[in-house]
């Protein structure tokens, strides 16, 4: 799977911060730390594991050119700690095959969410994920038929 690094800076970068809450940046800064020469002699101690947690930040939000060439550099290796899912999402966001199974994922988590008694305002809340899911995936395999 291709993913351009020129047209999808902004939305790599969106990507990453998003797993990043679910996971930590710390789990990042070692992956990234493992991943480039650069960084493994510097990822001794802990405190060296947070500089590099700090580069890292300043090249995702960062605004200079300076900053997006060292974006541009850490891609690979932000790139490959992100989940199947994600990586998919970037490298082609309308595949009905990826918007497929997110909605069965949606939709299942719905039905837990009634079958665990859940409030109803969190069952609420996933049965309209679950509806987004599969419109979207309609959409795209209504367009994808389209185009054939």
Known sequence: M????DANTMQIAQEIES???????????????RGRSDF????????DLHNIEQQIKRAIRGNTDYYRRQ?????????????????????DPHNPMLLATVAAREGIQAV???????????????INQAIAAFAAMKMA????????
């Open 2 to 5: 291709k993913i351009s690094t």
């Open 19 to 33: 797993y990043i809450t679910e996971t930590s940046w710390k789990y990042v800064a070692l992956a990234v730390a």
């Open 141 to 148: 395999v209504v367009n994808t038929m389209t185009a054939i």
């Open 40 to 47: 493994q002699e510097s990822a001794a101690t802990a405190r």
């Open 71 to 91: 974006f541009e550099q850490m891609v690979p290796e932000l790139v490959a700690i992100l989940p199947a899912e994600r990586r998919a999402r970037l490298a």
């Open 112 to 126: 837990n969410a009634v079958h665990l008694r859940a409030p109803a305002d969190v069952i609420e809340t996933k």
